[in-house]
C-alpha cells in the first residue's frame, strides 16, 4: 500500500492551495485518514483527521481555515487550505488505516509528505 501526497507549493499570503493524497495498492478498505505536517525546527503535528463517516476534526491553528474531505469511490484524501499564513509553511504529510484484504486488520500508512511554503 502506498499513499502519494501532492499539489503543495509556494503561495503568498492569504492564499488557497489544495492537497491530494491518492492510495494505491491492495485496498480492501480505507479506516480513518488525516494530515500531519512538520515544520522546520519542529515536530510533527496533526493538522486534520477525517472519518469513514465524514466526521472531521481540526487543530486549532487551523481551523476555519482548512477542510478535509475523502473521495472513498477514488480512496483519495483532500485537503483545502485558505487564507494561507507564513505559520503555515511547512511539509505536510498524509496517513490513514488501511485494510489489504478483509480480515487481515488495519495496518497504518504514511506519505511521502508535499512541500507548502507561504512567502511574499
Known amino acids: 500500500v502506498q499513499l502519494q501526497a501532492s499539489g503543495g507549493g509556494l503561495v503568498q499570503p492569504g492564499g488557497s492551495l489544495r492537497l491530494s493524497c491518492t492510495t494505491s495498492g491492495s485496498i480492501f478498505s480505507i479506516g480513518a485518514m488525516n494530515w500531519h505536517r512538520q515544520a522546520p525546527g519542529k515536530q510533527r503535528e496533526l493538522v486534520a483527521f477525517i472519518t469513514t463517516t465524514d466526521t472531521a476534526i481540526y487543530a486549532d491553528s487551523v481551523k476555519g481555515r482548512f477542510t478535509t474531505s475523502r473521495d472513498s469511490a477514488k480512496n483519495t484524501l483532500y485537503l483545502q487550505m485558505n487564507s494561507l499564513k507564513p505559520e503555515d509553511t511547512a511539509v505536510y504529510y498524509c496517513?490513514?488505516?488501511?485494510?489489504?484484504?478483509?480480515?487481515?486488520?488495519?495496518?497504518?500508512?504514511w506519505g511521502q509528505g508535499t512541500l507548502v511554503t507561504v512567502s511574499s
Open positions: 496517513n490513514a488505516d488501511v485494510e489489504s484484504y478483509s480480515g487481515a486488520g488495519y495496518n497504518n500508512y
